[in-house]
């Protein structure tokens, strides 16, 4: 059994007889959600990144860049107690390490705004095996009925409003996660 993607649409199910295509959409969320309350038990002093925030960032940036934005708020939120009883190189390693790290975040969070807006699939997991645009079900036996194969989808449009309302949100949320980057690297200079 044979079923073409030609209009990109987000799987949400596939079903049928034999062996088909895997939706991998729904394993991760919930390895986005685990990871969110992972982080969120962990870094409770974080009060800038709610539990609601690590999970909707998971979701939008790629997987291959998360961990490097979520160590940006990581690292930010642990400069106290790096630069504690330090002198001041090495304050002044954590305060340059920092801005490094920030300037590598920015870069990402702005590349993923940029495929958000513009192919927001890029960030989705592969859902399918199949070729190229076809889902494929094998059976090596059947009945007297003709195997079937069930697709649930929604259209890429919905993915892209979708994607829309998170660049929206990231850029609310950014305006707090910078005063707060503000107020816990700019305390005691930005550099000795």
């Known amino acids: 059994v044979e079923l073409s993607d030609e209009q990109e649409p987000m799987l949400l199910r596939t079903g049928g007889s034999g062996w088909g295509p895997t939706v991998w959409f729904w394993a991760w969320v919930l390895a986005i959600a685990a990871v969110a309350v992972t982080l969120y038990l962990l870094a409770r002093k974080l009060q ?39 002198d001041d190189r090495r304050y002044n390693t954590v305060q340059l390490a920092i801005g490094l790290v920030t300037v590598l975040t920015v870069l990402v969070a702005l590349g993923t705004v940029r495929m958000l807006l ?21 059976a090596d036996r059947s009945s007297d009925a003709m195997p079937q194969g069930t697709v649930l989808s929604v259209p890429s449009s919905l993915w892209r409003v979708l994607g829309m309302a998170w660049v929206a ?8 996660w910078f005063k707060w980057f503000r107020a816990e690297v700019g305390e005691g200079g930005w550099l000795r």
């Open 169 to 176: 949100w990231f850029g609310w949320r950014g305006f707090a």
């Open 118 to 138: 513009t192919e927001p699939m890029w960030t989705m997991p592969t859902n399918f095996f199949g070729e190229g645009e076809l889902l494929v079900w094998y």
């Open 48 to 86: 800038a990144v709610k539990l609601h925030d690590w999970f909707l960032l998971g979701l939008g940036i790629p997987t291959a860049a998360l961990p490097m934005v979520l160590g940006w708020f990581l690292l930010v939120g642990q400069r106290r107690r790096l630069i504690e009883g330090g």
